[in-house]
């Protein structure tokens, strides 16, 4: 299974809206309503902020959110933050009960 | 309140064997649906996804390094532990592993992760 394919980096303005895609396949992001989403900041574990395509976990801010067209998901963060810069990575199930991430994007808030 | 913490070698020699335990509190890995899963991530770059082990026994592993790892739970103990045989330089990473709860409870994603464990591979 191949890794699913994230822009490497993204930036935005305080106030603007972002958008990271994450393109996979029909074995995996498509054939599935299993995305999910983690936050990483530098030197931190990673953090789900979505889950099942569109769900958030409580406790995380609805300036975050979720969706997928065919083979394609996407997050957006809305109202950008200083506290937003970080990296980004999305995840899905597969076939065979077994997940693949995503290469990873760089946000940048300017 | 659901915890996880790995723990390991630091260093490991080119050819050893990788044995990592995740020591886990606040849940139970006999519970259904319940899994752990193990992720590492090299120095700058993206998370990988390893194996993981559900509450039945089931175990699955990343296609590309199945050969290589075997994932065991002690259910007793509250560890799961990851080995991964003939370890060479590119292993070298920060190894994770993170809970996943019943999925009616929080879908099919980690939401909880341990600090994680930086493993060097070095001769």
């Known amino acids: 299974q191949s890794a699913l394919t994230q822009p490497a980096s993204v930036s935005g303005s305080p106030g603007q809206s972002i958008t990271i895609s994450c393109t996979g396949t029909s074995r995996d992001v498509g054939g599935y309503n299993y995305v999910s989403w983690y936050q990483q900041h530098p030197g931190k574990a990673p953090k789900v902020i979505i889950y099942?395509?569109?769900n958030r976990p409580s406790g995380v801010s609805n300036r975050f959110s979720g969706s997928k067209a065919g083979n394609t998901a996407s997050l957006t963060i809305s109202g950008l933050q200083a506290e937003d810069e970080a990296d980004y990575y999305c995840s899905s199930y597969t076939g065979s009960t077994t997940w693949v991430f995503g290469g990873g994007t760089k946000l940048t808030v300017l | 309140q659901i915890t996880l913490k790995e723990s390991g070698p630091t260093l490991v020699r080119p050819t050893q064997t990788l044995t990592l335990t995740c020591t886990f509190s606040?849940?139970?890995?006999?519970?259904?649906?319940?899994?752990v899963g193990w992720i590492r991530q090299p120095p700058g770059k993206a998370l990988e996804w390893l194996a993981v082990?559900?509450?039945?026994?089931?175990?699955r592993y990343s296609p590309s390094l199945k050969r290589r790892l075997t994932i065991t739970k002690d259910t007793s103990k509250d560890q799961v532990v990851l080995t991964m045989t003939n370890m060479d330089p590119v292993d070298t990473a920060t190894y994770y592993c993170a809970h996943r709860p019943p999925i009616a409870v929080g879908g099919n994603a980690l939401h909880v992760w341990g600090q994680g464990t930086m493993v060097t591979v070095s001769s």
């Open positions: 082990i559900y509450w039945d026994g089931d175990k």
């Open positions: 606040g849940f139970s890995l006999s519970t259904t649906e319940v899994a």
């Open positions: 099942d395509v569109n």
